[in-house]
């Protein structure tokens, strides 16, 4: 007698184990990308910089104007222009803050990154250490005058500023990182060396208490 093709068929079916469990074919993990918080980050780098009135103890009151949150560098010195290396993978906010008066300038720039870590103090170091004097593209001279001694792994220095319409001066600049942010302090006062550096001194240390550490 011939069979059907369906017969044959289904006495290959009997003959296999019933007790084998037919293959599956595993999907892959489902992967969720948290949705980036910018209003966090903006309010962040707020909330880190010098309150208001902080600076109050060194005779100033307020600060000289709004904020800025233009997009600021973290250091131009020796003409370096630092930033996050991976700063075009990720997301970069800044904000400004700036205090004039009773013989002081005061500026601070915080910067926050999302999606990698800050521009650490030691491309800072290094870029300072490739240079004793540079010019930037206004004609302004700086010429570096030396380090500062700041506590933890902060960096410091002062310069000389020589613009053309200007009598030359000195500001000196700190560079601290905290978690994903980096903090900027840039300081004046007085006219010599020695005051600047302890200026320097004073107003890190009211900023990283700032930053809460």
Known sequence: MKRTAAAVLLTLLAGCDAATPPATVESPPVVTTPALDRAGLKRSVKDALIPAGGLASLGIKKPDGE???????VSDVCRSEI??????????YDDSRTWKGNGWWVNEVVHVWNGSAPTPV????????????????????????????LAGGAFGYCREIDKRDADPFINCHSFVTHGAMMMVVSTAHGTTLKSNQAALVTVTAIAVASLGG
């Open 122 to 149: 030691e491309a800072v170091r290094k870029a300072y250490e490739t240079c004793k004097s540079w010019t930037d593209d206004l004609d302004t001279k700086s010429t570096v005058k030396g380090t500062v001694a």
């Open 83 to 92: 930033m996050n290396p991976e700063d075009f993978r990720s997301v970069h």
């Open 67 to 73: 904020d800025d949150d233009a997009q600021y560098v």
